[in-house]
T-cell receptor, first 114, second 117 residues
């Protein structure tokens, strides 16, 4: 069974600083990996996805993530944080071949200070 | 493209009554829709998977007689919370998977906040 671990329930950065949100996964088969963002009282928006193509994935709003099989990681980064990036971020995994069912991590709240 | 709507966005109901939440894919056909529940400051927990024209598949621990799911068409799924109790108060989010073999994505609705008094 798949699982996702997101280290750090809260991450605080200053505006303009590097954003790093960590995600480690467990899967018995090659995984598909996703990062979603959720703003208060809203649904989830897909930031980026890894589906066994390029290991460095670029997403929307300047975010990117790198799939590292040896480390079973899929960390999310952004070179320079904006105030508008403050939100909840979820990492999710699904099994290739059964790509529909998503398992979510516990989420990381990104706080951005001026 | 790939917009999913939910109605209502929020609802308050009295204990013992039933509430229906609609999930629609507005610009694509969805072979599969998913229903999630999210408690405050927690992650999303999958409740059930619904496929058009067939019975929903519920996750372990989810009462199928309490959370009735109907996937009547390729663009509409409904979740009915029957005999609601205060502990059913939560944020319910649906998602839809397009009728496209090459699509790995789920598109999420904006969520419905249910408060049971």
């Amino acid at each position: 069974a798949q699982s996702v671990t997101q280290l750090g329930s809260h991450v605080s950065v200053s505006e303009g600083a590097l954003v790093l949100l960590r995600c480690n996964y467990s899967s018995s088969v090659p995984p598909y990996l996703f990062w979603y963002v959720q703003y208060p009282n809203q649904g989830l928006q897909l930031l980026l996805k890894y589906t066994s193509a390029a290991t460095l994935v670029k997403g929307i709003n300047g975010f990117e993530a790198e799939f590292k099989k040896s480390e079973t990681s899929f960390h999310l980064t952004k070179p320079s944080a904006h105030m508008s990036d403050a939100a909840e971020y979820f990492c999710a995994v699904s099994e290739s071949g059964s790509f529909q069912k998503l398992v979510f991590g516990t989420g990381t709240r990104l706080l951005v200070s001026p | 493209g790939a917009v999913v709507s939910q109605h209502p966005s929020w609802v308050i109901c009295k204990s013992g009554t039933s509430v229906k939440i609609e999930c629609r894919s507005l610009d694509f056909q969805a072979t599969t829709m998913f229903w999630y529940r999210q408690f405050p400051k927690q992650s999303l927990m999958l409740m059930a998977t619904s496929n058009e024209g067939s019975k929903a598949t519920y996750e372990q621990g989810v009462e199928k007689d309490k959370f009735l799911i109907n996937h009547a068409s390729l663009t509409l799924s409904t979740l009915t919370v029957t005999s609601a109790h205060p502990e059913d108060s939560s944020f319910y989010i649906c998602s839809a998977n397009p009728r496209d073999f090459f699509s790995y994505e789920q598109y999420f609705g904006p969520g419905t906040r249910l408060t049971v008094t």
